[in-house]
Each structure stands twice: as structure tokens, then as C-alpha cells.
């Protein structure tokens, strides 16, 4: 396992457990918990099942702690997917476009995941109303971040706090 910068500030922490976390589709179960290879601190565990019609189905929507990550030039975690499979992982800025971008995973490892500002791009398939497109990157108002997976099958995830990283 690669070694984890030092955390600027923490976007997420599950220290109050799965109440910042949210799914709309039920059959998406959240527990927060300890991991015994990542002593750090808790962990979130994602059950999810197959892909449904809705393109939103599995996603998972965690509150920012912090809004203002504009002291930061990155988002950093660490993850463990049950199964090797592609990620996204999203926010809305402050200009309201959503921004995403995808991420190959290995399966049954943990994996260090750093998200740089200035390589992300807004959502090509994607924006929602009043999205001001075309405007630069503004990450200073930022109220959550989402992930989700974009495989064919149910799985299991765990995921660490969420980081700002410089």
C-alpha cells in the first residue's frame, strides 16, 4: 500500500456514523465501522446490488463537514472493492456543475485514490439545471461528494474518511 499524504483537512470523516450518508435506493445498505487493516479511524461499508434501470441507483451521497476545499488541491481516500470494478466519484462546485471522474479499481485491496482539481472535468453526460458551464473550477463552496459503482454486479465497498490533500 502506497503511503498516505498528510490530510489537509478531513471533507468527511463517518465519525457520527452513516447520518451524513445517504442512498435513494433502499436495497443500498451504509454501515460505518472499524476495519482491522486500517486502524485510522472508521470506516464506511457500502453493500450494493445489481444495476437498476436508474442511472442514479447506486449512488451514495456523503455531506461535506467543510465546504470551503479551496485550501486543497486534491481529494484523497482510500478504498477496498469486493470486486475489480470502475468508480465514479462526483461533487457540484460552487458554480454548480457537476464534476466527475472514473477510477479502475482492483478487487480485494486496499488502494490509495488522489482526485486532482485540475484534472477533473465536469460531467460530460450530466449537468444540472442552473449549472453555470464554462466557468472555472470553483471548489470553495462544496456541500457533498458521491460515489458509485459502475459495474455489471452487487458488491461490497469500504471506503475511508474523505480528504482534502495539497
Known sequence: MAVQERPLAVIQSFAKGASAVRAVNPDVRLNVGLDPSMPEGPVLFVDYPEPTSDP???????????????????????????GALRLSVSFLDRNSVAYTTWIELKADVWQPV???????????????????????????????????PQSKTFGRLAITPFALSP
Open 56 to 82: 442514479a441507483g447506486r449512488d451514495v451521497r456523503c455531506d461535506a463537514e467543510i465546504s470551503d476545499w479551496s485550501g486543497g488541491r486534491a481529494i484523497s481516500f482510500q478504498i477496498k472493492p469486493s
Open 114 to 148: 488522489r482526485i486532482a482539481f485540475d484534472e477533473i472535468r465536469p460531467n460530460p453526460y450530466f449537468q444540472p439545471p442552473g449549472a453555470k458551464r464554462g466557468a472555472p473550477i470553483d471548489v470553495s463552496d462544496v456541500k457533498w461528494i458521491a460515489f458509485a
